[in-house]
């Protein structure tokens, strides 16, 4: 698993108000990301990090925001959620490939968020 | 947008058989990459195909890239129980820091 893991695995809020998901690794590595996973769509990319106060966004990034402190955690903030943002997030880190070869990413186990 | 796209989305086989995915992507890529779910689960990484690579092998995966057709098969060899999940494939383009692009997936079962 990468030593990945996410908080709080299920939270069920209500429209209007302030969401904070964590995500943790423990093996130092650079890059993080966030998706967001919805039936009918796969995984899409909301933001990632590559390094410490290093963030953009990705292809699904309105109505979020990120934050990174420190190398070991990566916060997704809903500012005021909606009930369009009711999905199951996935982060993921980015581990360097063995002897030069690609990088490949690993995912954290996901929460479910519900927002009514 | 969603590079990769899956097919079939569904599709349901008998154990022991083998169990093909297909996965189609629009842009020019580094490489793809093929996952799997299990229900309720993370994505657990199977293989990777780089882009100058035609086919590759692990355990009884086997995928094939042909970048001509930007199109990436896998194949399920004498199909489990175990092997019934959601399979994603997955394409990173160009330098790959932005993350990748999954498609919606095939979801796979199993019949025992």
């Known amino acids: 698993d990468a030593g990945i893991t996410q908080s709080p695995r299920h939270k069920v809020t209500e429209t209007g108000t302030p969401v904070t998901l964590r995500c943790h690794q423990t093996?130092?590595?650079?890059?993080m990301y966030w998706y967001r996973q919805d039936p009918g769509h796969g995984l899409r990319l909301i933001h990632y990090?590559?390094?410490?106060?290093?963030?953009d966004k990705g292809e699904v990034s309105d109505g979020y925001s990120v934050s990174r402190s420190k190398t070991e955690d990566f916060l997704l903030t809903l500012e005021s959620a909606t009930s369009s943002q009711t999905s199951v997030y996935f982060c993921?880190?980015?581990?360097?490939?063995?002897?030069?070869?690609?990088?490949?990413?690993?995912f954290g186990p996901g929460t479910r968020l519900t927002v009514l | 947008s969603q590079q990769g796209e899956e097919d079939p989305q569904a599709l349901s086989i008998q154990e022991g058989e083998n169990a093909t995915m297909n996965c189609s992507y629009k842009?020019?890529?580094?490489?793809l990459q093929w996952y799997r779910q299990n229900s309720g689960r993370g994505l657990v990484h199977l293989i990777l195909?780089?882009?100058?690579?035609r086919e590759k092998h692990s355990g009884r995966l086997r995928v094939t890239l042909d970048t001509s057709k930007k199109s990436s098969s896998l194949l399920i060899t004498a199909s489990r129980a175990a092997d019934t999940a959601s399979y994603f494939c997955?394409?990173?383009?160009?330098?790959?820091?932005?993350?990748?692009?999954f498609g919606k997936g095939t979801h796979l079962i199993i019949q025992p």
């Open positions: 842009t020019s890529i580094n490489n």
């Open positions: 990090s590559y390094g410490v106060k290093d963030t």
């Open positions: 993921a880190i980015r581990e360097k490939g063995a002897g030069g070869g690609i990088d490949t990413q690993y």
């Open positions: 093996e130092n590595h650079r890059y």
């Open positions: 997955a394409t990173v383009e160009g330098g790959g820091a932005d993350g990748l692009t």
């Open positions: 195909i780089r882009s100058n690579e």
